[in-house]
């Protein structure tokens, strides 16, 4: 069974940073492109950003980059984003989600991330 | 970007009534298109994927239609498990992938 777990989520001041992990298991890790999209406290969801298998094609949406790195260690079937100079417009449940070929087939039940002073 | 523009944003329907959600992208996305169901308190589930394939444990009340710019999500036979909030988002194009702003759907 394929699980994803978010974690790292939680109440950060404006500027300050913060690193969200996805733990998954119940699948090769190292075979998928991997995602995160995040969902603001009664909004839609936003694409936030992709990683390749191999980490070779990386891409983020407009509103986080520069700010915002993700990553993978396939060694640890682990999916990170570290996230900087945080805005109150960030705050948002967090997901990380397995990719096939453009659609988001397997998604984690996501880490809540609080921007405010 | 492509934009997606769903209808409506909200719906009230009975049980066993025949439901369709729209949705509209800015530009041709050649049936590069997803359906998700998110029920309260939950995550995304996959419904439809390439406009019209169902995804795996999907009921076969849904279904998806569409090409070129107009896409439909159609719920067959309205259950109570149905009530949820649907999105759209194509993968034609990306980065960015984009998403439809959502339908509510409610029971009446």
């Not at chain 1, 096939?100 to 002073?117: C, D, E, K, M, P």
């Not at chain 2, 996305?29 to 169901?37: E, G, V």
Request: net charge neutral; with cysteine.
């Amino acid at each position: 069974e394929v699980q994803l777990v978010e974690s790292g989520g939680g109440l950060v001041q404006p500027g300050r940073s913060l690193k969200l992990s996805c733990l998954a298991s119940g699948f090769t890790f190292s075979n998928y492109g991997m995602n995160w999209i995040r969902q603001a406290p009664g909004k839609g969801l936003e694409w936030v950003a992709s990683i390749s298998s191999s980490s070779s094609y990386i891409y983020y949406a407009d509103t986080v980059k520069g700010r915002f790195t993700i990553s993978r260690d396939n060694a640890k079937n682990t999916l990170y984003l570290q996230m900087t100079s945080l805005r109150s417009e960030d705050t948002a449940l967090y997901y990380c989600a397995r990719h096939r070929l453009g659609w988001f087939a397997y998604w984690g039940q996501g880490t809540l991330v609080t921007v405010s002073s | 970007d492509i934009q997606m523009t769903q209808s409506p944003a909200s719906l009230s329907a009975s049980l066993g009534e025949t439901v369709t959600i729209e949705c509209r992208a800015s530009e041709d996305i050649y049936s590069n298109l997803a359906w998700y169901q998110q029920k309260p308190g939950n995550s995304p589930q996959l419904l439809i994927y390439d406009a019209n394939s169902l995804a795996d444990g999907v009921p076969s009340r849904f279904s998806g239609s569409g090409s070129g710019t107009q896409y439909s999500l159609k719920i067959n036979s309205l259950q109570s498990e149905d009530v949820a909030s649907y999105f759209c988002q194509q993968y034609n194009n990306y980065p960015p992938y984009t998403f439809g702003a959502g339908t509510k759907l409610e029971l009446k």
